[in-house]
Nanobody, 120 residues
């Protein structure tokens, strides 16, 4: 079983910056891709950014030049640095990790979500 614990959400004004963090813990052999999705009110969950174990990064066009993703393979963490946020960035941000274990093979685990609200 894998637990993804997110932190760092909150209420910020437009133009501000904030950092979301996610730490994976539990029983697993390795972690492949890690990243973030978000879900705005009344909308479907959408891809934001991801990063492979080797450091290759993928991004939604809407955040390509404003959000930065990084990970620490020793601590099994992934972070999302959000710069110059806009009201359109408001939503619940979900961390994911593609986890491999000897018992259950490869599967995607999700965090519980952290709320980001851009207003003011």
């Amino acid at each position: 079983q894998v637990l993804l614990a997110e932190s760092g959400g909150g209420l910020v004004p437009p133009g501000a910056s904030l950092v979301l963090s996610c730490a994976a813990s539990g029983s697993f052999t390795s972690i492949g891709d890690m990243g973030w999705y978000r879900q705005a009110p009344g909308q479907q969950r959408e891809f934001v950014k991801s990063i492979t174990f080797g450091g290759a990064r993928y991004s939604a066009d809407s955040v390509k030049n404003r959000f930065i993703i990084s990970r620490n393979n020793v601590q099994n963490t992934v972070s999302l640095h959000m710069l110059r946020v806009t009201p359109e960035d408001t939503g619940v941000y979900f961390c994911f990790a593609d986890v491999r274990s000897s018992a259950s093979g490869s599967s995607r685990s999700w965090g519980q979500g952290t709320q980001v609200t851009v207003s003011g």
